[in-house]
């Protein structure tokens, strides 16, 4: 489908140590489809000879030696792998779980787990307790890594839950990971810590509930300290008010203890009125600050927000807010304005909003912010219907200093129903936005469709530049979809994708999908060829994969 030819500077060389095992192989390398005739390979200092002293696999990325590396002997291997067509070697991960016996709710099981590389795989095996009744559960684990002897280090963990009817619950856990055991996260733990956690939580009714957490992290490291954090609270809520209480210490090992009170308020008096009260203090050593901040919303309209804070370092800074919305039928607004104060230095922000329906074919919008000695922003937006099939949105925004942007952000959009189920859509964008900022882009998009009864076809293309590079991405894409019957759908697809660097790569795939919908659920049937990017001067040889899905529809 597609002949790529690539200079070898684009290669990248990786190199690695082998540990021996006493055995010849295989040995399985970091990153599989790797370049073909590029490896060296040295043990200690000779230089070995291949498909004599070694026999290497450039798909799957293992070597086989013709004698056994010896315990502690090591081979150095140098080879050039392929960025975007190399990957590295998954290493195989197979969890163990035979129940051994069981006593009513308590049962004893063998737990343990096989993983790393198949030419020396990691070992985790051991003894899994847990008990399960109404309300309550409990499980110990304890589990050795490579077990060999009597020094093999060990992973425990202890845990339990319950809960009584008055509305009473409680949980504790325990851990205990040595750091020779290595990586712990398949269990959710850290190597090389002891943890312990506790939770106490009161709920007699849904109007109050009440609560007490406690977290120990230690270290099993010299010259390291434990942490240590308490968290109590207690909420109330009624119907139109709730009210609420927290303290949060931290004991952070060498660094001054830290306390952090906050109490909260809510009014609801009525359906469109809503008060917050929030005050907040912290301390830490010398260091101690103090907030309060108030929040008025008056239905949809309008929010008012006032917020003061009390930094014995910084001084004091003081920030107002109010936000309004208006509009009519054909025309809204919003206006936002923002004051800081801090010592002897203030800033004001101003945001509006405006648009307005002049015609059931025009829609146009402004937009301004401003910020006090930091620059400013002013857009505009168009939609607009010209003729009776054809859609434009036109949007543009230009920066000035505001956010540190000197810039304008452009972006031209178009629908056009050309008729007899043909439609053309398209986008031309410089420094689109993305999430309200703009992102250092150029880009053009055009998509042709055409749906005639069962036949569904649609054609793209896609060119994407980032400003100030030497990089130019472009998509192309064709899709074929035909519905067999009421509940069957056929389709084909076909993407490609190029980059201009200092060489020229491509990348495409071909898929045939077949997705039918049954009593409740669908069932889908995918095949692909996938002819990947080549950094060789050879074509790379295509891929195939086949996938069935099965799933619900809410």
């Given at each position: ?45 000779r ?16 070597i ?27 290493n ?121 957490q ?24 009624l ?39 929030e ?10 600050t ?58 004001r922000?101003?945001?509006?909003g ?16 401003a ?35 000197n810039l ?66 472009r ?6 979809r ?24 491509r ?48």
């Open positions: 489908m597609a002949c790529v030819l690539v200079g070898a500077s684009a290669q990248e060389i990786v190199s690695e140590t082998i540990a021996g095992h006493g055995i010849a192989g295989p040995y399985t390398l970091t990153w599989n489809r790797i370049v073909e005739r590029s490896e060296i390979v040295l043990v200690e200092t230089w070995l000879v291949r498909d004599k002293d070694y026999w290497i696999d450039y798909a799957s990325g293992q086989r030696f013709a004698e056994a590396l010896r315990t502690g002997q090591t081979a150095r291997v140098s080879y050039r792998i392929q960025p975007g067509v190399s990957q590295r070697n998954a195989p991960n197979i969890a163990i779980e035979t129940e051994l016996a069981r006593w009513g709710p308590a049962a004893l099981s063998l737990r343990g787990r096989i993983a790393g590389d198949p030419s020396n795989p990691m070992t985790d095996l051991g003894i899994r307790a847990t008990w399960q009744e109404q309300g309550r559960e409990g499980e110990a684990l304890y589990l050795f890594r490579n077990p060999q002897g009597d020094d093999a280090p060990a992973l425990l963990q202890l845990r339990s839950q319950w809960r009584t009817a008055t509305g009473w619950q409680g949980g504790f856990r325990f851990s205990r990971v040595e750091r020779e055991f290595g990586d712990a996260r398949a269990y959710g733990l850290v190597s090389g810590q002891q943890t312990a956690e506790a939770n106490l939580l009161y709920q007699p009714d849904r109007n109050l509930t009440t609560r007490l406690w977290s120990l992290v230690d270290p099993l490291q010299p010259n390291q300290s434990a942490h240590q954090r308490w968290n109590t609270g207690l909420d109330y809520k119907a139109q008010i709730q009210f609420s209480l927290e303290r949060q210490i931290a004991e952070l090992g060498n660094q001054p203890t830290q306390i952090i009170d906050r109490a909260t308020v809510q009014l609801k008096p009525t359906e469109t009125v809503r008060v917050q009260l005050q907040k203090s912290q301390t830490q050593g010398e260091r101690a103090q907030q309060t901040e108030i929040r008025t919303q008056l239905g949809q309209a309008m929010e008012l927000r006032h917020r003061t804070t009390d930094d014995s370092h910084q001084g004091r800074t003081e920030e107002s807010s109010v936000g309004m919305r208006f509009g009519t039928q054909r025309v809204q607004g919003s206006v936002g304005l923002e004051q800081r104060w801090r010592e002897d230095s203030q800033q922000t101003a945001q509006v405006l648009q307005a329906q002049l015609d059931p074919r025009l829609r146009v919008g402004g937009e301004f912010e910020m006090e000695d930091a620059g400013q922003m002013r857009g505009y937006q168009l939609q607009a219907q010209p003729v009776g099939n054809l859609q434009l949105t036109l949007r543009e925004r230009e920066y000035q200093g505001l956010r540190g942007l304008r952000s452009q972006q031209l959009m178009w629908d056009w129903s050309v008729g007899g189920g043909l439609s053309f859509s398209g986008q031309l964008a410089r420094h689109p936005l993305h999430q309200g900022a703009p992102q250092p882009l150029e880009t053009e998009q055009y998509q042709l469709r055409w749906q005639q009864g069962a036949w569904n076809l649609e054609v793209g293309y896609a060119e994407q530049n980032p400003i100030g590079q030497l990089l130019t991405e998509r192309y894409t064709l899709s074929l035909r519905k067999l019957d009421a509940a069957t759908l056929l389709g084909l697809s076909y993407h490609q994708s190029e980059w201009e660097r200092d060489a020229f790569m990348e495409a795939a071909l898929r045939l999908g077949l997705t039918r919908q049954l009593s409740g659920f669908y069932m889908s049937l995918e095949a692909q060829m996938q002819l990947p990017r080549a950094e060789t001067q050879h074509q790379q040889r295509p891929n195939y994969s086949g996938s069935v899905r099965l799933g619900v529809q809410f």
